[in-house]
């Protein structure tokens, strides 16, 4: 039961490049989520997907975006990355009580 | 709109002392609370829940929280800690109705010292 998977692990970008972070659920929830995580600042939601087919923004969309291709996976995408955006990403899904599984993280540095 | 409030960034203890980490929510609508620890290095875990009924909910490692709707509370305690408890601890609320946003705290990072 692998619960949700995160890739990759790490990852170093160049400020400008782009990169797509792949998130998977095993677990047939319909809402799926994408936070960072700073020092000091907790978890603070990027975008969100109540169910298939939607998707809405968070506390800190700007620079990002995301695609729900399926009930399975969400994935989050920097078209252009920037210093700012050095953080741990988490993405979560949801049962129907709320109650969130995370993966693993992504520590993704922008230099 | 929900937003949650943790009331102290850090909170060291000795070994075996009590400990109480507080976390206050607010909310237009019912509520779903959440504690989740983060050890270092990994991912969110839930630790204990409120959905309905008792106000006093349990963890399998000794932690309890209560909530508390007057006060809007929903303060976590362990009467004996020990050293693996250290952790980052956060709160998080949602609303009740399924696929509600889940918004969390700033953390609380416990540390327990021998």
């Known amino acids: 039961n692998a619960g949700v998977t995160q890739t990759p692990k790490f990852q170093v970008l160049k400020t400008g490049q782009s990169m797509t972070l792949q998130c998977a659920q095993d677990?047939?929830?319909?809402?799926m989520y994408w936070y960072r995580q700073d020092p000091g600042m907790g978890l603070r939601l990027i975008y969100y997907?109540?169910?298939?087919?939607?998707?809405d923004k968070g506390e800190v969309p700007n620079g990002y975006n995301v695609s729900r291709l399926n009930k399975r996976e969400f994935s989050l995408r920097l078209e252009s990355a920037a210093p700012s955006q050095t953080s741990v990403y988490f993405c979560?899904?949801?049962?129907?009580?709320?109650?969130?599984?995370f993966g693993q993280g992504t520590r993704l540095t922008v230099v | 709109a929900q937003s949650v409030t943790q009331l102290d960034s850090q909170v060291p203890v000795f070994e075996e002392a009590p400990v109480e980490l507080r976390c206050n929510y607010s909310?237009?609508?019912?509520?779903?609370l959440f504690w989740y620890v983060q050890y270092p290095n990994q991912g969110l875990q839930l630790l204990l829940k409120?959905?309905?009924?008792?106000?006093l909910v349990e963890s399998i490692n000794g932690f309890e929280a209560e909530f508390n709707k007057s006060q809007t509370s929903f303060h976590l305690r362990k009467p004996s800690v020990h050293i693996s408890d250290t952790a980052e601890y956060f709160c998080?609320?949602?609303?009740?109705?399924?696929?509600?946003?889940?918004?969390f705290g700033e953390g609380t990072q416990l540390t327990v010292n021998p």
């Open positions: 997907s109540a169910s298939e087919g939607t998707t």
């Open positions: 998080a609320v949602s609303g009740e109705t399924s696929g509600s946003r889940l918004t």
């Open positions: 409120y959905l309905s009924g008792s106000t």
């Open positions: 909310s237009s609508v019912s509520v779903y």
């Open positions: 677990m047939n929830h319909n809402s």
């Open positions: 979560a899904s949801t049962r129907w009580s709320n109650e969130a599984f």
